[in-house]
C-alpha cells in the first residue's frame, strides 16, 4: 500500500477528435492523501494545501471520508473501515477547481473493492461514478453529467485508473456513436509530500487550481470562436449521498 500523503509533479492533455481536433496541456502538481487522515501542514503553509470537506461529495459531511462512506453507502459499499487513497487538488490560497478526484477504496484486508471518480464541472456541479475496475485497471460507465459545452450528455466513458506509484498513469476516454471522442490522459512523477517540494512545486505552479480553471475556460472560448456549436446545459446539481 502506498505511503500517504505524497505529491504528484504532472501533466494533464486533453486531446478532442470531433468534430475537428484540438489538443490542449498543462502542468500541475495533485496530492495524493487518506482522506480521513488527511495532512496537517504547518500554520504558516495552510494557504497552500487545505481539504475541505465542502469541496467533495454532497459538501455537508463533518469529513472528506464521511461523505465518501454516506455516498459508497447510498450505492450498497460498504469498506468495513478499509483504507482509502483520495487522489486531488487541495485548495490553494482559498480556491480549488478538481475536474477530476479519485478515490482507490479498499477492504480491511486491503483488497481493492471499487474506485470512485469525482468529477467537477465548471458550472459548480459535481458527479460520482463508482467504477469496479477489471485486473487491468480498465472501467467503463456510461456518462451522466454534463462537462464540456461542446458534448452532449451521451456515450460512455473507458478509463484506465492504476493506483499512483513512483508514477502516475491514467488515460480517460470519451466514445460517441461513431467513434471515440475524447482522450485525456494525466501522467506524473511522485515526490515527497515535504515543506521544501511543497515550496517548489507551489512557486513553479502559482495559483495552480485556478489555473486549471482559468486555461479550461479560455480553450472553451477558443473553441467557440472556432466555430463549435455550445449544447444546453442540462441542470445537475450535487449529488446527495443519502
Known amino acids: 500500500m502506498n505511503t500517504v500523503p505524497a505529491l504528484y509533479s504532472c501533466r494533464i492533455a486533453h486531446v478532442r477528435s470531433t468534430p475537428r481536433r484540438y489538443a490542449l496541456r498543462h502542468r500541475t502538481y495533485l496530492w495524493l492523501i487518506d482522506p480521513e487522515h488527511p495532512p496537517l501542514l ?20 463533518s469529513s472528506i471520508r464521511a461523505g465518501l462512506d454516506a455516498f459508497l453507502a447510498a450505492q450498497g459499499v460498504d469498506l468495513d473501515g478499509g ?17 477530476l ?48 459545452p461542446f458534448f ?11 493506483p499512483p506509484g513512483e508514477r502516475l498513469d491514467l488515460t480517460v476516454h470519451l466514445n460517441r456513436e461513431g467513434g471515440r471522442a475524447l482522450t485525456a490522459t494525466v501522467r506524473g512523477a511522485r515526490r ?36 463549435l456549436p455550445v449544447r444546453p446545459r442540462p441542470d445537475h446539481r450535487t449529488e446527495k449521498a443519502t
Open 83 to 99: 483504507r482509502v487513497l483520495m487522489l486531488t487538488h487541495a485548495r490553494v490560497w482559498g480556491y480549488v477547481f478538481n475536474p
Open 42 to 61: 504547518p500554520l504558516w503553509l495552510r494557504p497552500l494545501a487545505r481539504f475541505d470537506p465542502r469541496d467533495h461529495f454532497t459538501g455537508d459531511r
Open 152 to 162: 452532449p450528455v451521451d456515450g460512455h466513458y473507458r478509463m484506465r485508473l492504476p
Open 101 to 148: 478526484t479519485l478515490y482507490w477504496c479498499h477492504g480491511p484486508g486491503g483488497e481493492l473493492r471499487c474506485v470512485v471518480a469525482e468529477v467537477h464541472n465548471t458550472y459548480g456541479g459535481r458527479h460520482c461514478y463508482l467504477l469496479r475496475p477489471d485486473p487491468s485497471w480498465a472501467a467503463r460507465a456510461d456518462k451522466e453529467f454534463h462537462v464540456s
Open 192 to 227: 515527497p509530500a515535504t515543506v521544501p517540494v511543497l515550496l517548489r512545486l507551489a512557486l513553479r505552479h502559482p495559483w495552480s487550481t485556478l489555473a486549471v480553471s482559468a486555461s479550461i475556460r479560455l480553450h472553451g472560448v477558443r473553441l467557440y470562436l472556432r466555430g
